[in-house]
Structure formats: C-alpha cells, structure tokens
C-alpha cells in the first residue's frame, strides 16, 4: 500500500462521522482520516487527494447518488474506490449504486471490524487500480492497446490470443472467444469506436477485446462456458438498440489447434451474416481431420445451437429417395438436435418469458399470466374473457411451430403460424415477436373498455 493513505468519511450526519472515524483508529497512525458533508465533498477532493471514499447514504438520498455519479465521471476519480454505506436504503438505490461504480457496501449498524476489512480491501483495490492504469499507459505507449478505445491492435491480434489460450489451459480454465462484426441488415450502423464501447459496456472488467481488422473484433471470455457467451451476444444486441444488430461466430477453448479456432470462427462469422442477427457454435466448421465433436464428450452446455444440413457432416444428410416421406436422421443427429434446442430453451425462450412475465407483473397486477417451457413451450397471458397466447411446439429435429393467438370471449381475433428452423430463434427475434403480440393484446383491452 502507499506509504500513506487517505480515507474520506462523506455524510450529512456529524454523529456518523464521528461513529466511522472512531472505528478507523485501528488503521496506521501514518492514516488520515478526513471528513466532509455531501455538499462540500466534491470541491474538498482537490485536498485530501483521498485514497478511498466512504460515502453514506440515508433513506435513497438523492445527492449521494449524484454524487457518486459525478464522481465516477471525473478522469482523475473514476478508479477512486467507493465505500457505499447503506442505511434505510431500497434494492433499487443500492443496486443503481452498483451500476454507478461502488466498489463494496456496508449495512448499519456497522461493525468494527467489517468495516476494517472493507477499508482495507478498498485500499488493495486502489492500489491495483493504479497499478493496471500504470501498465495500461505502458502498453499504449507501446503500441499494443489502442490510445481512445483501450482495445487490443491488430498487429498484436494472435500474440494475445494465444497467450490467454495459454493461461487458461494451464490453469484448466473454461474461456469462449466471440468474432463478432455489424450486422449490415440494419439501417443504422455505428462507427468502429461507437460499436467498441457498446461491447465494453456488455462484457466484465477481465474480459478482452481485440481488433481482427477494420470491422470485425475478438472478443476473448474468461472463465466462461457457451451459455455465458450466449449472454453476452445478447446483451451486446440489447445495446445497440432496435435499429441495429450484430452477428458471431464463437468458440469454446478445449484443446483445439488456434489456427483451427481461427478458421472456425471466421467461417462461423460468415455463415451468421447470411441470416440477421445470428450467433453460431464454430465446432461445426472443423476440418474433417480434427472432428472436434467426436472427441470431445459434450454436455448440453457444449453441443452447437446451430446445425444446417449444408453446415454439418453426412451424419446429418436426409436421404435422397425420400420425396413424399418424413425426412429420416440416425440416431446421433436426433440426439445433436435435442441438445441444441435444450440449449435454445436454457438461453432464449426461458429467459425471454421470465422478462416479460417480470415486466408484465410489475405493471400489470391484473393479469393472469402463465408460462412454460419445454418441448412445447407457452407464454399466456390474459384479462377477463381476452387471452393471447404464444406457442412454441418443437419437431424434435429442426423445426419448431410458433403459434400466436388471441382471442375474445373465445372467438379468435389473432391466429398465425410460422415453421421456423429453431436455430434461428434468438432472443432478439424472439423478444420482438412476444413484444407484438401483448401490444396488439393490449391494444384489443382497451378498445373493450
């Protein structure tokens, strides 16, 4: 730690201040304790240079979180680590707290010695947070990390990969690397720092962007499996908003050759700009001579969402005497298939229905709602004799039959089908379509009132 550390105490309240700064005396005599209310706090930083910050927060005060807020968005405090000191404060407050950059909390009564270790834990942090800013700096210099965005150069593009594909092998890690570029479809598209920053702002603080060339970015994901990979290309498509959309490729890191994973994931990345708005497993596109399906033992987490009867191996070819029969798969196949839309139900349909069953839960008190998910799948919704409806039936191969229905005093006033192959149904795609369906539901409740 420094050779001397500075600890602010911000709160409206004398009687806290004092409470706090008596708890402190434990710390090093060669440890100031400084003190201000939340009004003179910002103006008073310029002197107490302060090395931590203990900010309270009474009943959702609102100037704290202004505060806060202003202080994250200042160049020279934005590492600063903050102590939130919570007291009669909502889930809401706290969790706005976080969102604005906290680094720990404290719930009254205070405890001696917790709120030691918390102190101390901020002042290792800030400690770390000078350090990493230090060696950021150095790499800038360097040429390795691009000065405005903090991304990783082109020219250092594979030297970094295969470092962190390093690391997590000898530390037998899980790590999934995203290729991910602008999905062209849309109207509004952003400009490579506008798109860095919404990829920023969707992955965590130890996560990796590196730029493959003008328009296309790696995205390396430590400690993650498929599904937190999912997560995050569906965030990033949250970000951009309505009017734009990006596709990925991505990988799993197992003990594949990189020059393999490269390959895997630019051909993956091709194939999802085909569609709009898609995210493809690359373990479909590797060379025949390292079958990376065969000699791996998958799990459902593992298996590709997204096999195609032009992407896949003969495994997976329909026979070609079968013009009016049922399409026929072996066994394998059925069971890839299954393991797929397993994972399409884990990562698209279960967590769009908990989003608008939350959202329409919270606004609307007076709905019934019901959902479930499975091989077939409803989302329900209804108000006195109005009810709609969104099925979601899977073929147990590739298809799946979505059926949106409304209807009035059991008459139907909305019934369309669509056979979809379930590979393409992202959360995005979706979310849309449940989206349309409450509005027009909606709109038929207040047209009866």
Same mark, same amino acid.
């Given at each position: 730690m420094a050779d001397v550390n500075t600890v602010v105490v911000v709160s409206d309240r004398q009687e806290l201040i004092?409470? @706090?700064s008596q708890k402190l005396v434990l710390l090093r005599n060669l440890d100031k304790?400084?003190?201000?209310?939340?009004?003179?706090?910002?103006s008073a930083f310029e002197g107490f240079n302060p090395n931590v910050l203990i900010l309270h927060c009474d009943n959702n005060n609102p100037r704290s979180l202004a505060l806060l807020k202003k202080i994250k968005k200042d160049e020279k405090y934005k590492t600063l680590p903050i102590l939130f000191i919570n007291e009669n404060c909502s889930r809401e407050t706290i969790i706005e707290a976080f969102d604005n950059g906290i680094s720990d909390i404290l719930f009254m009564p205070i405890i001696d010695y917790e709120l030691l270790i918390r102190v101390i834990w901020c002042l290792g942090r800030n400690e770390l947070n000078l350090s990493i800013e230090s060696r950021t700096s150095f790499l800038v210099n360097l040429g390795i990390l691009q000065e405005?965005? #903090?991304v990783y150069n082109q020219k250092y593009c594979d030297d970094f990969l295969k470092n962190e594909i390093a690391q997590s092998r000898k530390y037998s890690q899980r790590a999934c690397i995203l290729l991910i570029a602008q999905d062209k479809k849309y109207p509004n598209y952003k400009n490579p720092k506008e798109f860095i920053e919404i990829i920023k702002k969707s992955i965590r603080l130890n996560d990796s962007i590196i730029i493959k060339d003008l328009d296309k970015y790696y995205i390396y994901l430590q400690k993650t *499996?498929?599904?937190?990979?999912?997560? @995050?290309f569906e965030r990033i498509n949250n970000?951009?908003?309505i009017e734009c959309g990006a596709n990925a490729g991505v990988v799993e890191v197992l003990d594949q050759e990189f020059e393999d994973i *490269?390959?895997?994931l630019t051909e993956a990345l091709e194939k999802a700009c085909e569609n709009t708005n898609s995210l493809i497993v690359a373990s479909d596109f590797y060379t025949p001579k *390292?079958?990376?399906i065969q000699n791996q033992k998958f799990d459902e987490t593992n298996s590709s969402s997204f096999l195609k009867e032009k992407d896949t191996p003969s495994r997976l070819k329909r026979p070609q005497n079968t013009a009016n029969a049922p399409c026929a798969f072996d066994k394998n196949s059925i069971k890839l298939f299954n393991q797929a839309y397993t994972r399409k139900l884990k990562v698209v349909i279960e967590p769009v229905f908990k989003k608008y069953e939350g959202i329409l839960r919270i606004k609307r008190q007076d709905f019934a709602i019901n959902t479930y998910a499975g091989m077939k799948s409803l989302f329900s919704v209804s108000s006195g004799d109005v009810c709609a409806t969104m099925a979601i039936e899977y073929d #147990?191969?590739?298809?799946a039959l979505v059926r949106l229905t409304i209807t009035d005093n059991d008459q139907k006033r909305l019934f369309e089908t669509e056979t979809i192959d379930f590979t393409i149904l992202d959360y995005r795609r979706l979310s849309l379509m449940l989206n349309e369906l409450i509005d027009k539901f909606i709109i038929i409740l207040k047209k009866k009132s």
């Open positions: 004092n409470q @706090v304790i400084r003190s201000c209310s939340i009004e003179e706090a910002y405005d965005t #903090g *499996k498929l599904n937190g990979a999912y997560s @995050v970000n951009l908003g *490269k390959q895997a *390292k079958p990376f #147990g191969i590739e298809s």
